[in-house]
């Protein structure tokens, strides 16, 4: 079945560094992706809409020059957190929809998430 | 979106039935129900999804009543690895792709 990848898995760096997510769509090609975020003990919140070959839409909030999302192919999206701080630790997840499957209700596939620790 | 309403936490014995409950009184017609759970530390995991009829599949009954103000999600027999947090969501088939998520069950599989 469809399945989407995230790398890395976890990231520890020091504070005002920049890291890279990336999720990929392994084998279906995906126009959208989603990034959401979750802090501990909480839901998941939508950041950003991820389109091939234009601009992300971000959520209300959700500061785009800070999350950077590039969405250059079909297979793959990437969020970059720029000048990351500790109040940026969190858990990141990216999801896609499988554009083969018939009519909007299709479920969506999600990937196992990134653990991103700033110190 | 409608809003979805579900208990904060549940406990279920080991080998029982789990049956988490989802309110979406202001569902409206074209929405469709979904599930999902998210075990520790991992991105959520879809588990059945329907607009009217009851559904079935390999992991779950998704039973919607009648008016679809509400829904349960029946494990049939729990074990302890289906301890995780469940979300219900409501979503019109035409509402793009994206999911809001509500603060689901936390299904606690006890021995």
Known sequence: GAVVSQHPSWVICKSGTSVKIECRSLDFQATTMFWYRQFPKQSLMLMATSNEGSKATYEQGVEKDKFLINHASLTLSTLTVTSAHPEDSSFYICSARDPRSLGGNQPQHFGDGTRLSIL | ?111
């Open chain 2, 1 to 111: 979106d409608a809003k979805t309403t579900q208990p904060p936490s549940m406990d279920c014995a080991e080998g029982r039935a789990a049956n988490l409950p989802c309110n979406h009184s202001t569902i409206s017609g074209n929405e469709y129900v979904y599930w999902y759970r998210q075990i520790h530390s991992q991105g959520p995991q879809y588990i059945i999804h329907g607009l009217k009829n009851n559904e079935t599949n390999e992991m779950a009954s998704l039973i919607i009543t009648e008016d679809r103000k509400s829904s349960t999600l029946i494990l049939p027999h729990a074990t302890l690895r289906d301890t995780a947090v469940y979300y219900c969501i409501v979503r019109a088939d035409n509402a793009g792709n994206m999911l809001t998520f509500g603060g689901g069950t936390r299904l606690m599989v006890k021995p």
